[in-house]
């Protein structure tokens, strides 16, 4: 299994993101999926995703921000942040699972992890 992050990089505030999580050996359909971040000094934070149900899952503080989508023929899943803050600035990872049922925000639940794409948002 390999979940490989891309479309970060340096964004200036108020603009918008999407990043992309695309696999192998792994496939979004049926399987639940999430967005993590790591903000420096922070603990990570799970920020969406879907579950294996097909329904997203929004963190409350990212509501009315955040788009999670997916693209089932590509297998690869996105995240679109807007209105970018400096606070918003992580490595951004993606996660699944092929085993769990429905959704879940505990961190360790998640077996396969992607190496994560970097956000920096500038003031």
């Known amino acids: 299994v390999q979940l490989v992050e891309s479309g970060g990089g340096l964004v200036q505030t108020g603009e918008s993101v999407r990043l992309s999580c695309a696999a192998s050996g792994f496939t979004f359909n049926g399987n639940a999926m999430i967005w993590v971040r790591h903000a420096p000094g922070k603990e990570r934070e799970g920020i969406s995703g879907i579950g294996s149900d097909g329904k997203a899952h929004i963190a409350t503080s990212m509501e009315g921000r955040v788009t999670v989508s997916s693209d089932k023929a590509k297998n690869i899943v996105y995240l679109q942040i807007n209105h970018l803050r400096p606070e918003d600035t992580a490595i951004y990872y993606c996660?699944?699972?092929?085993?769990?049922?429905?959704?879940?925000?505990?961190?360790?639940?998640?077996?396969?992890w992607g190496q994560g794409t970097s956000v920096t948002v500038a003031t």
């Open positions: 996660a699944g699972d092929t085993v769990m049922n429905g959704f879940s925000w505990y961190l360790g639940a998640w077996s396969h």
